[in-house]
Protein backbone atom coordinates (compact mmCIF):
# COMPACT_ATOMS: atom_id res chain seq x y z
CA UNK A 1 0.00 0.00 0.00
CA UNK A 2 1.17 3.70 -1.20
CA UNK A 3 0.50 6.48 1.73
CA UNK A 4 0.78 10.01 1.08
CA UNK A 5 0.15 13.61 2.38
CA UNK A 6 0.47 17.08 1.23
CA UNK A 7 1.63 20.11 3.26
CA UNK A 8 -0.26 22.60 0.56
CA UNK A 9 -2.85 24.76 2.69
CA UNK A 10 -5.79 27.28 1.49
CA UNK A 11 -4.03 30.41 0.86
CA UNK A 12 -4.97 33.78 -0.78
CA UNK A 13 -2.70 35.17 -3.71
CA UNK A 14 -2.06 37.64 -6.14
CA UNK A 15 -1.90 37.19 -10.02
CA UNK A 16 1.58 35.52 -11.09
CA UNK A 17 2.72 33.85 -8.29
CA UNK A 18 4.06 30.50 -7.46
CA UNK A 19 2.43 28.62 -4.86
CA UNK A 20 4.74 25.64 -3.75
CA UNK A 21 3.67 22.82 -1.97
CA UNK A 22 4.79 18.74 -1.57
CA UNK A 23 3.66 15.80 -1.96
CA UNK A 24 4.88 13.25 0.58
CA UNK A 25 4.90 9.03 -0.77
CA UNK A 26 6.05 6.56 1.07
CA UNK A 27 6.01 2.68 0.60
CA UNK A 28 4.34 0.63 3.30
CA UNK A 29 4.53 -2.93 0.77
CA UNK A 30 6.93 -5.31 1.44
CA UNK A 31 7.73 -5.36 -2.09
CA UNK A 32 9.11 -2.81 -4.26
CA UNK A 33 6.69 -0.73 -6.71
CA UNK A 34 6.14 1.90 -9.43
CA UNK A 35 2.97 3.72 -10.08
CA UNK A 36 2.14 7.19 -10.95
CA UNK A 37 0.73 10.25 -9.03
CA UNK A 38 -2.21 12.78 -11.39
CA UNK A 39 -2.92 16.24 -10.15
CA UNK A 40 -5.24 18.35 -11.09
CA UNK A 41 -6.85 21.94 -11.03
CA UNK A 42 -10.56 22.28 -10.45
CA UNK A 43 -10.72 26.47 -11.73
CA UNK A 44 -13.39 28.32 -10.96
CA UNK A 45 -12.81 31.92 -12.41
CA UNK A 46 -15.01 34.50 -14.39
CA UNK A 47 -13.61 34.08 -17.71
CA UNK A 48 -12.98 30.70 -18.47
CA UNK A 49 -10.43 30.54 -20.88
CA UNK A 50 -7.61 31.62 -18.49
CA UNK A 51 -4.96 29.04 -17.88
CA UNK A 52 -3.49 28.64 -14.85
CA UNK A 53 -0.33 26.49 -14.59
CA UNK A 54 1.00 23.06 -12.02
CA UNK A 55 4.64 22.07 -12.49
CA UNK A 56 7.28 19.82 -10.51
CA UNK A 57 9.64 22.55 -9.14
CA UNK A 58 12.66 21.07 -10.85
CA UNK A 59 15.05 22.86 -13.93
CA UNK A 60 13.62 22.26 -16.98
CA UNK A 61 10.18 21.08 -15.93
CA UNK A 62 7.38 21.46 -18.37
CA UNK A 63 3.99 22.84 -16.84
CA UNK A 64 0.63 21.70 -17.19
CA UNK A 65 -1.64 24.75 -18.31
CA UNK A 66 -4.98 24.13 -17.34
CA UNK A 67 -8.25 26.08 -17.98
CA UNK A 68 -12.46 25.19 -17.03
CA UNK A 69 -12.32 24.91 -21.19
CA UNK A 70 -9.08 22.72 -21.16
CA UNK A 71 -9.07 20.45 -18.28
CA UNK A 72 -5.81 18.82 -18.29
CA UNK A 73 -3.61 16.37 -15.81
CA UNK A 74 -0.13 16.67 -14.66
CA UNK A 75 1.48 13.00 -14.03
CA UNK A 76 4.40 12.14 -12.04
CA UNK A 77 5.48 8.66 -12.26
CA UNK A 78 7.57 7.26 -9.25
CA UNK A 79 9.45 3.75 -8.47
CA UNK A 80 10.18 3.05 -4.70
CA UNK A 81 11.45 0.45 -3.20
CA UNK A 82 10.46 -1.87 0.05
CA UNK A 83 9.65 0.99 2.62
CA UNK A 84 11.47 4.25 0.53
CA UNK A 85 9.55 7.30 0.97
CA UNK A 86 10.03 10.51 -1.47
CA UNK A 87 8.83 13.87 -1.46
CA UNK A 88 8.15 15.40 -4.47
CA UNK A 89 8.18 19.74 -4.49
CA UNK A 90 5.60 21.30 -6.77
CA UNK A 91 4.52 24.78 -7.60
CA UNK A 92 0.86 26.03 -9.00
CA UNK A 93 1.10 29.46 -10.72
CA UNK A 94 -1.82 31.82 -10.58
CA UNK A 95 -2.45 33.37 -13.82
CA UNK A 96 -2.53 36.85 -14.71
CA UNK A 97 -5.56 37.71 -16.13
CA UNK A 98 -7.89 36.29 -13.64
CA UNK A 99 -9.90 38.43 -11.58
CA UNK A 100 -10.69 38.66 -7.70
CA UNK A 101 -12.77 35.95 -6.18
CA UNK A 102 -11.72 33.71 -9.12
CA UNK A 103 -10.10 30.08 -7.30
CA UNK A 104 -8.58 27.08 -8.15
CA UNK A 105 -8.62 23.80 -5.92
CA UNK A 106 -5.79 21.15 -6.22
CA UNK A 107 -6.89 17.91 -6.65
CA UNK A 108 -5.07 14.54 -6.37
CA UNK A 109 -6.43 10.62 -7.70
CA UNK A 110 -6.96 8.26 -5.00
CA UNK A 111 -8.32 4.88 -5.78
CA UNK A 112 -9.93 5.87 -9.10
CA UNK A 113 -10.82 9.33 -7.80
CA UNK A 114 -10.30 13.04 -7.41
CA UNK A 115 -10.01 14.51 -3.78
CA UNK A 116 -9.45 17.94 -2.97
CA UNK A 117 -5.96 18.87 -1.53
CA UNK A 118 -6.30 23.00 -1.21
CA UNK A 119 -7.44 26.34 -2.21
CA UNK A 120 -5.87 29.16 -3.98
CA UNK A 121 -8.19 32.19 -4.43
CA UNK A 122 -7.27 35.44 -5.94
CA UNK A 123 -7.13 39.29 -4.46
CA UNK A 124 -5.47 42.17 -5.40
CA UNK A 125 -1.82 43.10 -4.13
CA UNK A 126 0.15 45.99 -2.91
CA UNK A 127 3.21 46.69 -4.81
CA UNK A 128 5.87 49.62 -4.03
CA UNK A 129 6.74 51.78 -6.36
CA UNK A 130 10.19 53.76 -6.27
CA UNK A 131 9.67 57.53 -6.94
CA UNK A 132 11.46 60.67 -7.27
CA UNK A 133 12.28 62.14 -3.61
CA UNK A 134 9.91 65.17 -2.17
CA UNK A 135 7.43 64.59 -5.63
CA UNK A 136 5.09 61.07 -4.05
CA UNK A 137 2.11 63.40 -3.47
CA UNK A 138 2.36 64.59 -6.80
CA UNK A 139 3.15 60.85 -8.40
CA UNK A 140 0.39 59.47 -6.84
CA UNK A 141 -1.97 62.30 -8.04
CA UNK A 142 -0.92 61.30 -11.77
CA UNK A 143 -1.05 58.01 -11.26
CA UNK A 144 -4.42 57.69 -10.08
CA UNK A 145 -5.56 60.24 -13.07
CA UNK A 146 -3.70 57.76 -15.25
CA UNK A 147 -5.52 54.72 -14.07
CA UNK A 148 -8.83 57.15 -14.86
CA UNK A 149 -8.06 58.47 -18.33
CA UNK A 150 -6.80 54.77 -19.22
CA UNK A 151 -9.52 52.67 -17.19
CA UNK A 152 -7.36 50.85 -15.74
CA UNK A 153 -10.02 49.41 -12.96
CA UNK A 154 -7.71 46.91 -12.11
CA UNK A 155 -5.89 49.63 -10.10
CA UNK A 156 -7.72 50.05 -6.91
CA UNK A 157 -5.81 52.47 -4.90
CA UNK A 158 -2.47 55.01 -4.67
CA UNK A 159 -1.26 55.98 -0.78
CA UNK A 160 1.68 58.30 -0.47
CA UNK A 161 2.77 58.32 3.41
CA UNK A 162 3.76 62.20 3.91
CA UNK A 163 6.50 60.50 6.30
CA UNK A 164 8.11 58.23 3.72
CA UNK A 165 10.28 59.41 1.31
CA UNK A 166 10.78 58.13 -2.27
CA UNK A 167 8.14 55.52 -2.15
CA UNK A 168 4.60 54.84 -3.10
CA UNK A 169 1.83 52.41 -2.59
CA UNK A 170 -0.43 50.48 -5.62
CA UNK A 171 -3.35 48.55 -4.46
CA UNK A 172 -3.65 46.54 -7.82
CA UNK A 173 -4.84 42.99 -9.34
CA UNK A 174 -2.25 43.41 -12.07
CA UNK A 175 1.44 44.12 -10.94
CA UNK A 176 2.99 43.62 -15.14
CA UNK A 177 0.22 46.05 -16.82
CA UNK A 178 0.37 48.76 -13.64
CA UNK A 179 4.38 48.85 -14.18
CA UNK A 180 3.57 49.13 -18.03
CA UNK A 181 1.07 51.89 -17.39
CA UNK A 182 3.43 53.80 -15.61
CA UNK A 183 6.05 54.61 -18.07
CA UNK A 184 4.41 57.76 -19.02
CA UNK A 185 4.54 58.80 -15.47
CA UNK A 186 7.23 61.65 -14.33
CA UNK A 187 9.05 60.13 -11.52
CA UNK A 188 7.69 56.91 -11.45
CA UNK A 189 10.89 54.65 -10.78
CA UNK A 190 10.75 51.20 -10.87
CA UNK A 191 8.86 48.57 -8.82
CA UNK A 192 10.11 47.48 -5.40
CA UNK A 193 10.76 43.54 -5.73
CA UNK A 194 7.66 41.50 -3.60
CA UNK A 195 4.82 42.55 -2.63
CA UNK A 196 3.54 44.19 0.79
CA UNK A 197 1.25 42.37 3.49
CA UNK A 198 -1.51 44.59 4.63
CA UNK A 199 -0.08 45.26 7.89
CA UNK A 200 3.04 46.69 6.75
CA UNK A 201 0.36 49.81 5.38
CA UNK A 202 -1.62 49.74 8.22
CA UNK A 203 0.09 52.02 10.27
CA UNK A 204 0.28 54.76 7.13
CA UNK A 205 -3.24 54.72 7.21
CA UNK A 206 -4.01 55.74 10.58
CA UNK A 207 -4.68 59.32 11.29
CA UNK A 208 -2.32 60.83 13.76
CA UNK A 209 -1.98 64.59 15.03
CA UNK A 210 0.13 66.86 12.79
CA UNK A 211 1.69 68.32 16.12
CA UNK A 212 3.46 64.71 16.55
CA UNK A 213 5.63 65.31 13.30
CA UNK A 214 6.78 68.70 14.44
CA UNK A 215 10.03 69.50 16.50
CA UNK A 216 11.44 72.93 17.75
CA UNK A 217 14.13 73.77 15.45
CA UNK A 218 11.77 72.91 12.63
CA UNK A 219 12.20 75.20 9.51
CA UNK A 220 8.85 75.62 7.91
CA UNK A 221 6.47 77.13 5.91
CA UNK A 222 2.79 78.71 7.00
CA UNK A 223 0.17 77.57 4.51
CA UNK A 224 -2.56 79.02 5.81
CA UNK A 225 -3.70 82.17 7.35
CA UNK A 226 -2.50 86.11 6.84
CA UNK A 227 1.04 84.85 7.28
CA UNK A 228 0.77 82.22 4.47
CA UNK A 229 3.65 81.67 2.50
CA UNK A 230 6.06 83.15 5.05
CA UNK A 231 8.95 81.20 6.23
CA UNK A 232 9.51 80.43 10.49
CA UNK A 233 11.18 78.36 12.91
CA UNK A 234 9.45 76.78 15.37
CA UNK A 235 10.17 77.56 18.90
CA UNK A 236 7.65 75.91 21.04
CA UNK A 237 5.04 72.51 20.45
CA UNK A 238 2.00 72.46 22.40
CA UNK A 239 0.91 68.91 21.97
CA UNK A 240 -1.70 69.23 24.10
CA UNK A 241 -3.57 72.22 22.23
CA UNK A 242 -2.17 70.78 18.55
CA UNK A 243 -0.52 74.01 18.21
CA UNK A 244 3.46 75.32 17.71
CA UNK A 245 4.71 78.97 18.00
CA UNK A 246 6.93 80.37 15.97
CA UNK A 247 9.43 83.20 15.09
CA UNK A 248 9.05 84.72 11.26
CA UNK A 249 12.28 84.65 9.80
CA UNK A 250 11.68 87.85 7.15
CA UNK A 251 9.95 89.52 10.13
CA UNK A 252 11.78 92.55 11.92
CA UNK A 253 11.05 92.67 14.80
CA UNK A 254 10.81 88.50 16.28
CA UNK A 255 7.30 88.31 16.92
CA UNK A 256 6.24 84.76 18.14
CA UNK A 257 2.99 83.62 16.34
CA UNK A 258 0.88 80.47 17.88
CA UNK A 259 -0.84 78.62 14.99
CA UNK A 260 -2.73 75.30 14.71
CA UNK A 261 -0.01 71.89 13.70
CA UNK A 262 -1.55 71.33 10.42
CA UNK A 263 -1.19 75.19 9.35
CA UNK A 264 2.39 74.54 8.22
CA UNK A 265 4.43 72.29 6.18
CA UNK A 266 7.98 71.31 7.12
CA UNK A 267 10.78 72.85 5.00
CA UNK A 268 14.08 71.36 6.80
CA UNK A 269 14.21 69.84 9.91
CA UNK A 270 16.47 72.75 11.29
CA UNK A 271 17.42 76.30 10.34
CA UNK A 272 19.91 76.21 8.00
Request: aromatic share 6%.
Amino acid sequence: MVKWNCDGKDVVSGTSKKIPFTINIENDESKDITGEIELTLKITESREEIEWFIMVDQKKTKPVSISPQNPDVLKIPYKLSKGEKTSIPLLVETPKGVEIGDFAVVELKDNGNFIDLFKISIRQTIIVIKTTIGQESKIARDIGLKAQTEKADYIYSVLAPPDLKGYVFIETLYPDRTMALLRTVRGARNMIAGEVDISEVEPYLISKPAVESLEIGNYVEVTEGPFKGEKARITHVDMAKDEITLELQNSIVPIPLTVKADSVKVLDKEVK
